[in-house]
């Protein structure tokens, strides 16, 4: 260990705030700790809670710490936070009003039960499934229930999400499910409305250590300032220039306001980089140091400069993916780097199309990281809601997508007599499915196959009270219903379903065999919690990994393409709006994309990417920044135009420059143009401009030169 490290490791004198930058080696810090508050007998190895944000770090630091430690790293209690809030719940539920027995739902069930209650709603305004899911998310990290909401509306379409908000909050509880949100905040209510119990989990932890600490979000920072009111130790790990979740409620003033809610606190850094090369270095160094918001820090490195950085213009996305690719094919064909290694990393889902395509027409294997989770996929959701339904009866929505799957000829018609059975009657649903057939509506085949359904439910119920293995359970589900039978043809497609099951049943076996005394609820809650980064194959899966900068967090590659450097791309800039609402973090987000490469980095922007709705504006003013640094960056000169936009990058920004309707300008890649209007911002200027195209193109400066040629000029003077 270098001495910050090791200072980091030693200190127990009080709150402790590890500001750890990109490839510092923090995890190794964070399990070094916890072995060493072990091995010099400051608490035992239950007494101490350490919280990250993946499934896949968690599991990373309760290896390391058991192969340091073995017999004891084991029975640290270490998780997520969200798997740690369930933890709680499945003992302290009742507070609520919900039984131990509640389900999770994911973002896609939030959509599909906002969906059906948007349909039984009528509002002045239009709201999408969508913009309700983040009305309610955004209440939920801030703190504010559904009552409050209400209050607080103002505009109409304030009032119709707050009723949204309300009844979906409603359906939840009837369900007994919980939203991942829920699992944070009926925590805190539960802790903030019962002393007792908040003083029972408080008491049971002597040092709190947290992970990731830049990405929590207000009700994460009260929890533990809650579950270290009895005086815990308290260590949070994290990196300030590395906070890029704000649209999810990540709140970075928790990690740079961290000593005022922890007086006495002591900041350590951790300054060594042991991951990527010195250009890389000092370019992501350079981009970063133009925001103002965050602690200070100086990364270094013992390695080599290494690779200058790469900077290519290309035409459109289109030969942008086109050159990318014939770069990727040159160093694996000359054995330099590994397809495995390798990472192409760009802003929005969107840009993925062009990437699969050129990797398809040239027979490349890829990965794209962060699309549709295998959870996620229609055979394996009917399985998981078939389980759920195992646990709580009471999970309509769940119940409601597997009823008739597969077909049990029960129509429309035929459940909705049985919803409004149950409902009326305020019965079990398994108890009436054992007597559909006296139920009213119901064909024969349908109710003599819904008795079998329930017979099938009430054993499987038993089965799971009485200790059988998840595994068992999910094999005589596959077997007693045909879920799998259903897909046994010779389409591909089927083909593929039937291997997903298999994989599923794999799935099961395996975490049987890992968790001693496992059961169904525990299975489904691993698998609730689990995200997109955990299922990522990583460097043995001979692919090439194509996500976007969100999901490359945490991950590392030998080379690293970052396409997309445009101004409204990155900083990305909605449709209508004229500037990111949040610069700073798309400069982190950037920064986090460019230290995720250990050899080489190359960034790209086309010129003339479509974009519905936006208005390309030319490169983007981050390619200025890095090269403003003490680094090397390697221009590569596009073969339509003499000049890329590194090329004059020092003479962007010359604040001297004004400009109004009537300037003829000259720009580096669209020669002259006659400005018909110019709106100033700060020391930047937003200019329209006809070049004689079809349209006139919106610019904003300060990326490459826009000199005035001439005051006063005309339509003539373009030619």
């Not at 981009?287 to 950085?309: E, M, Q, S, Y």
Request: hydrophobic fraction near 35%.
């Amino acid at each position: 260990m270098n001495p910050r490290q090791r200072e980091a490791v030693d200190y127990t004198g009080g709150p402790l705030l590890v500001l750890a930058g990109a490839g510092s080696g923090k995890t190794r810090v964070l399990t070094a700790k916890i072995a060493h508050i072990i091995e010099k007998g400051y608490a035992e190895p239950w007494e101490i809670l350490a919280m990250t944000f993946t499934n896949k770090a968690a599991q990373e630091m309760r290896e390391r710490v058991e192969n340091m430690l073995p017999g004891k790293g084991s029975r640290v209690r270490l998780g997520t936070f969200h798997s740690i809030c369930a933890w709680i719940l499945r003992r302290e539920a009742h507070c609520l009003g919900y039984n131990e027995n509640f389900v999770i739902y994911d973002a896609d069930d939030q959509k599909t039960l906002i969906r059906r209650l948007l349909k039984g709603m009528s509002f002045s305004t239009k709201i999408t499934p969508g913009l309700a899911k983040g009305y309610i998310s955004r209440n939920k990290n801030e703190c504010i229930a559904p009552e409050e909401a209400a209050l607080q509306a103002s505009r109409p379409a304030e009032v119709d999400l707050a009723e949204v908000y309300l009844k979906y909050q409603e359906r939840l509880k009837s369900s007994g499910a919980f939203d991942f949100d829920d699992l944070l905040t009926g925590v805190l209510s539960i802790f903030r409305q019962n002393s007792d119990i908040r003083k029972l989990y408080s008491s049971r932890f002597s040092y709190i250590l947290v992970d990731e600490y830049q990405d929590t979000n207000k009700v994460q920072h009260e929890l533990l300032k809650e579950l270290s009111s009895d005086g815990a130790g308290v260590c949070v790990v994290g990196d300030d220039d590395q906070s890029i979740y704000a649209w999810r409620g990540a709140c970075v003033e928790n990690i740079l306001e961290f000593s005022e809610d922890f007086p006495g606190t002591r900041i350590i850094r951790l300054e060594e980089n042991y991951r990527s090369s010195g250009n890389i270095l000092l370019g992501a160094s350079a981009l970063v140091n133009h925001n103002f918001r965050r602690h200070g820090k100086t990364l270094w490195t013992k390695k080599d400069a290494g690779h200058p950085i790469t900077v290519r213009s290309l035409y459109n996305e289109i030969e942008e993916a086109e050159w990318i690719l014939k770069e990727i094919m040159e160093l694996m064909e000359d054995g330099s780097c590994p397809s495995d290694s390798i990472a192409v990393l760009y802003r929005t889902n969107a840009q993925s199309r062009q990437f699969e395509t050129v990797c398809r027409k040239h027979g490349v294997n890829y990965e794209v990281v962060g699309s549709q989770r295998f959870y996620e996929r229609m055979e394996i959701k009917d399985i998981i809601a078939y389980l759920r339904v195992v646990i709580n009866h009471d999970d309509r929505l769940s119940l409601e997508r597997i009823i008739n799957k597969p077909a049990r000829g029960l129509g429309a018609k035929g459940r909705a007599s049985f919803f409004s059975f149950v409902d009326s009657k305020g019965m079990d649903p398994v108890d009436a499915m054992l007597i559909s057939g006296s139920i009213s509506g119901i064909a024969p085949r349908a109710a003599k196959e819904l008795k079998r359904l329930g017979e099938w439910f009430r054993q499987a119920g038993e089965n799971t009270a009485g200790g059988m293995s998840a595994s068992e359970i999910v094999d005589s589900l596959i077997d007693a219903t045909g879920l799998a039978a259903q897909y046994e043809t010779d389409d591909i497609t089927d083909q593929t379903r039937l291997e997903n099951i298999a994989e599923f049943r794999r799935s099961v076996s395996e975490y049987d065999q890992a968790v001693q005394e496992g059961n169904l609820p525990g299975f489904m809650t691993d698998i609730s919690l689990a995200t997109t980064v955990d299922e990522y194959e990583g460097e043995n899966s001979g692919k090439i990994a194509l996500m976007t900068l969100h999901c490359a967090k945490g991950l590392e590659f030998s080379v690293v393409f970052v396409a997309g450097l445009e101004e409204g791309m990155l900083p990305f800039i909605r449709p209508g709006e004229y500037a990111p609402s949040n610069m700073e973090e798309e400069r982190r987000l950037l920064y986090v994309g460019m230290t995720r490469a250990r050899e080489r980095l190359v960034l790209t922007c086309a010129l003339n990417r479509r974009r519905a709705g936006v208005s390309q504006s030319g490169p983007s003013r981050f390619i200025a920044e890095i090269a403003s640094g003490e680094n090397r960056i390697q221009p590569q000169k596009a073969e339509f135009t003499s000049e890329t936009p590194e090329d004059n990058i020092t003479d962007a920004n010359d604040s001297s420059i004004t400009y109004s309707s009537g300037n003829l300008i000259r720009h580096p890649r669209y020669g002259r143009g006659l400005v018909k209007k110019a709106v100033r911002n700060g020391s930047e200027w937003r200019i329209t401009v006809d070049f004689g195209f079809d349209e006139p193109k919106t610019l904003v400066t300060g990326y490459v030169p826009i000199p005035v040629i001439k005051q006063k000029g005309s339509i003539t003077d373009l030619d």
